[in-house]
Nanobody, 124 residues
Framework: QVQLVESGGGLVQAGGSLRLSCSAS????????MGWFRQAPGKEREFVAA????????NYADSVKGRFTISRDNAKNTVYLRMNSLKPEDTAVYYC?????????????????WGQGTQVTVSS
């Protein structure tokens, strides 16, 4: 089992920045590729970004490319999502997820473990 806890969400004005953190406990964090997803009100959960187990590879949804950066610190069992130039349409609950086998998947069913989510609200 892997337990994931997100933090760092909040209310920010459009154009602002936030950094989300996802702290992992349980099994060895570096065994897992990690992803961030988000779910806006009334919409399905969607892929945001993913990072490989060692941080060497990352990929992003087109909607956040160039604005968001995913990173990880395996010594701290933590994955981050730096979000710059935030837009009102980035408003959502953000979830981190762990995948034991597949790097970079945008499919939710590929991920084995999920956090409880953290709310990000971007005001216009």
């Amino acid at each position: 089992q892997v337990q994931l806890v997100e933090s760092g969400g909040g209310l920010v004005q459009a154009g602002g920045s936030l950094r989300l953190s996802c702290s992992a406990s349980g099994r060895t964090f570096s065994n897992y590729h990690m992803g961030w997803f988000r779910q806006a009100p009334g919409k399905e959960r969607e892929f945001v970004a993913a990072i490989s187990w060692n941080g060497a590879r990352s990929n992003y949804a087109d909607s956040v490319k160039g604005r968001f950066t995913i990173s990880r610190d395996n010594a701290k069992n933590t994955v981050y999502l730096r979000m710059n130039s935030l837009k009102p349409e980035d408003t959502a609950v953000y979830y981190c997820a762990a995948d034991s086998s597949t790097y970079g998947s945008d499919r939710q069913d590929e991920y084995d473990y999920w956090g409880q989510g953290t709310q990000v609200t971007v005001s216009s």
